[in-house]
T-cell receptor, first 115, second 116 residues
Framework: GNSVTQMEGPVTLSEEAFLTINCTYT??????LFWYVQYPGEGLQLLLK?????DKGSNKGFEATYRKETTSFHLEKGSVQVSDSAVYFC??????????????FGTGTRLLVSP | AAGVIQSPRHLIKEKRETATLKCYPI?????VYWYQQGPGQDPQFLIS???????DKGSIPDRFSAQQFSDYHSELNMSSLELGDSALYFC???????????????FGEGSRLTVL
């Protein structure tokens, strides 16, 4: 079945540090890949997405590249801010394989950024 | 732009009581998904609807039921509540033809259910 594996958290960084959160996936088809962010006490917000191999999703300084050869979609940011503290979820949708395939989430990685 | 609206945002119930959560999708969206997120957990898929018909079913307990109405809003009914049902319940919506191309779902802010 389809699954997503994320690095465990929490990830603790100082402001302006470089961020990498690893994400690998297993899918039977050719999924779309997503990063969602959940700020404390809030809902899920789409951060970025990539719908095919070698696509790069980017938003708010975050980037992730869809790597089919390594089945990965690692999230990166060059300089984190305190306001980036949140839980980050990697997710996939194998929507091309079946008609109503739901989103499958990883377990989430908590990022804590200190001043 | 209009987003997915969920109500109530917070709900407190006693064990064995019943709760109903409502979801109003983005206008013109025809699919609705329900997810449950326990404390410190990732969101787990419960059930989805397309054009008022159930389209997929996940780990939804038999005590729960849901439906999508003619105006595309959806309700999740939970009966005989247990302590373990305390969670954040998310609704997501999409326009099916768009979702088929990208796989993207649009989430509401969630309804937090606390069972005492």
């Amino acid at each position: 079945g389809n699954s997503v594996t994320q690095m465990e958290g929490p990830v603790t960084l100082s402001e302006e540090a470089f961020l990498t959160i690893n994400c690998t996936y297993t899918a039977t088809g050719y999924p779309s890949l997503f990063w969602y962010v959940q700020y404390p006490g809030e809902g899920l917000q789409l951060l970025l997405k990539a719908t095919k191999a070698d696509d790069k999703g980017s938003n708010k300084g975050f980037e992730a590249t869809y790597r089919k050869e390594t089945t990965s979609f690692h999230l990166e940011k060059g300089s984190v801010q305190v306001s980036d503290s949140a839980v980050y979820f990697c997710a996939l949708s194998d929507h091309r394989n079946t008609g109503f395939q739901k989103l499958v989430f990883g377990t989430g990685t908590r990022l804590l950024v200190s001043p | 732009a209009a987003g997915v609206i969920q109500s109530p945002r917070h709900l407190i119930k006693e064990k064995r009581e019943t709760a109903t959560l409502k979801c109003y999708p983005i206008p013109r969206h025809d699919t609705v998904y329900w997810y449950q997120q326990g404390p410190g957990q990732d969101p787990q898929f419960l059930i989805s609807f397309y054009e008022k018909m159930q389209s997929d079913k996940g780990s939804i307990p038999d005590r729960f039921s849901a439906q999508q109405f003619s105006d595309y809003h959806s309700e999740l009914n939970m009966s005989s509540l247990e302590l373990g049902d305390s969670a954040l319940y998310f609704c997501a919506s999409s326009l099916e033809v768009y979702r088929e191309n990208t796989g993207e779902l649009f989430f509401g802010e969630g309804s937090r259910l606390t069972v005492l």
